[in-house]
């Protein structure tokens, strides 16, 4: 559970612990909060524990950043869970923390020298730069979108853009395909590409949030396990299906073949894409 943030004193500063660990999405969803902290308190000490101390150590608002296992007894986790889903995600972490969330983009600075290494290696393919990704982590299947349709539509957009993918290519490198394998494991490398490419496609992810901060266009196929809502941002088209199940959350098997999935269709994802592109 959370309790909102009331920083203790350490020295002549006020200080502050916040744990999130989970995924690489909810650690961007929190940093429009920690923005906040540091325009209400400017001296506030703010230590932040993650899974991806590297990426928080570059935020400029955080003073120190450690693993998500070296936190302390008097750590704050902001669980928003419990909270009723009715505005963005981003501005319910910041109600978990006590402060309110205006830009709801989140931040995920990106390195300059390896934003110019994806530049140079995308220089040769056509535009525009599609990063896909095609599931999620391990949380649950029910926000991944059915490979049937996946294949049916990459056939179709290659002959519109260049797809990007971290994943190993299989059969050999394809024309007009990029794989960046080695962004799976490093979210640095992660970032600069989807710095370096034009719009995202793909799951409500950490990928999607990163494209977020750095401002690209986005297709997001929603479905209806969670809320549109929650992670709406500006130049992001949602596809959404809502039956009457929705939203589910279900993280156990869909009793209905994730149904609202299904009937999101490769045309659908096509048109959209294309249509987000020349607008």
């Given amino acids: 559970m959370h309790r909102a943030a009331t920083p203790g004193p350490v020295g002549q500063r ?35 524990y993650s899974r991806f101390p590297d990426l928080v150590r570059a935020l400029p608002y955080v ?32 109600q978990c923390l006590g402060v309110e969330v205006d830009e709801v983009r989140p931040d995920a600075p ?41 294949q049916q539509l990459l056939s179709a957009l290659r002959a519109h853009v260049t797809l990007v993918e971290c994943q190993l290519p299989q059969g050999g490198a394809a024309p007009g395909h990029l794989n960046a394998p080695e962004c799976l494991t490093d979210v640095a ?45 500006p130049r992001h088209t949602q596809l959404v299906n809502t039956p009457p199940c929705a939203p589910c959350w279900l993280l156990e098997p869909c009793p209905i073949d994730k149904r609202c999935l299904q009937q999101i269709t490769p045309d659908q994802v096509l048109s959209a894409v294309l249509a987000l592109w020349s607008a």
């Avoid at 200080?15 to 506030?44: N, V, Y």
């Avoid at 302390?72 to 501005?91: F, G, S, V």
């Fill in 63 to 94: 003073d120190l950043a450690l693993f998500s296992d070296q936190h302390e007894p008097d750590t704050l986790y902001p669980d928003y869970m419990p909270c009723p889903k009715d505005r963005h995600l981003a501005r319910i972490v910041g």
């Fill in 189 to 233: 490398r992660l970032a600069a590409l989807m710095d370096a490419c034009d719009l995202f496609l793909g799951p409500v992810s950490g990928p999607l949030h990163l494209a977020a901060a750095s401002q690209k266009p986005a297709v997001v196929i929603v479905g209806g396990f969670e809320e549109a809502l929650l992670t709406a941002y």
């Fill in 110 to 150: 990106v390195d300059p020298a390896l934003r110019s290494e994806y530049a140079a290696r995308l220089a040769g393919f056509g535009r525009p730069r599609v990063f896909v990704q095609r599931r999620i982590g391990g949380f649950t299947d029910n926000k991944n979108w059915p490979e049937p349709h996946w």
């Fill in 14 to 48: 006020k200080a502050l612990k916040i744990s999130q660990p989970g995924g690489l999405g909810d650690l961007l969803l929190m940093t429009p909060a920690l923005r906040a902290l540091r325009r209400r308190w400017p001296d506030l000490h703010l230590t932040v």
